[in-house]
């Protein structure tokens, strides 16, 4: 059974900094990984894919990596703003299947 | 033009009452999803359909039941609403599922809240 944690929770930093947000799962068995960010009251945004070939991607100040090993996937936020701040949750499907397991999320804060 | 919409956006209802919820995507994808995020906002799937076909059947009372007229629009009926079915619901929407390339695209989500 996929079981996803993302660490941490919450997260508040100024302005500027570099952030790494962590998703990890127990089912490495993925054909895919995917982060989304969520804004208060709105729906779920695709950030970044990352298909199960590869090790990284990138979208702007976002870089996504993975390492189905170790069952481990984090995303780097470069240069934080203001407008970085929502919650951010990946998601990676069950073996074989299509229901993707979302994580609990990280509520990020940057604050001006 | 809206990818995957929602209606209703917000919906306020009775205990005991009987509610639908609509989605509809113009993406062209065939496969669509609802998942309900509750109050804690934990995200967790319900149904899924591939192509007007019930693929994803979750551990979901019985009062719900999902139809798929047609692979462009995936619809929520909710029987004798209970004050635990206060939650919000998205509907999704992704092609190529089963693939490393399949990417979700979500609707802005529907909030229900029984009374």
């Known amino acids: 059974k996929q079981e996803v944690t993302q660490i941490p929770a919450a997260l508040s930093v100024p302005e500027g900094e570099n952030l790494v947000l962590n998703c990890s799962f127990t089912?490495?068995?993925?054909?895919?990984l995917q982060w989304f960010r969520q804004d208060p009251g709105k729906g779920l945004t695709s950030l970044l894919l990352i298909q199960s070939s590869q090790r990284e991607q990138t979208s702007g100040r976002l870089n996504a990596s993975l390492d189905k090993s170790s069952g481990r996937s984090t995303l780097y936020i470069a240069a934080s703003q203001p407008g970085d701040s929502a919650t951010y949750l990946c998601?990676?499907?069950?073996?074989?299947?299509?229901?993707?397991?979302f994580g609990t999320g990280t509520r990020l804060k940057v604050l001006a | 033009d809206t990818a995957v919409s929602q209606t209703p956006k917000y919906l306020v209802t009775q205990m005991g009452n009987d509610k639908s919820i609509k989605c509809e995507q113009n993406l062209g994808h065939d496969t669509m999803y609802w998942y309900k995020q509750d109050s804690k906002k934990f995200l967790k799937i319900m149904f899924s359909y591939n192509n007007k076909e019930l693929i994803i059947n979750e551990t979901v009372p019985n009062r719900f039941s999902p139809k798929s007229p047609d692979k462009a629009h995936l619809n929520l009926h909710i029987n004798s609403l209970e004050l635990g079915d206060s939650a919000v619901y998205f509907c999704?929407?992704?092609?190529?599922?089963?693939?490393?390339?399949?990417?979700?695209?979500f609707g802005a989500g529907s909030r229900l809240t029984v009374l």
């Open positions: 998601a990676v499907p069950t073996s074989g299947t299509y229901k993707y397991i």
């Open positions: 999704a929407s992704s092609q190529l599922a089963g693939s490393g390339a399949n990417v979700l695209t």
């Open positions: 089912d490495s068995a993925i054909y895919n």
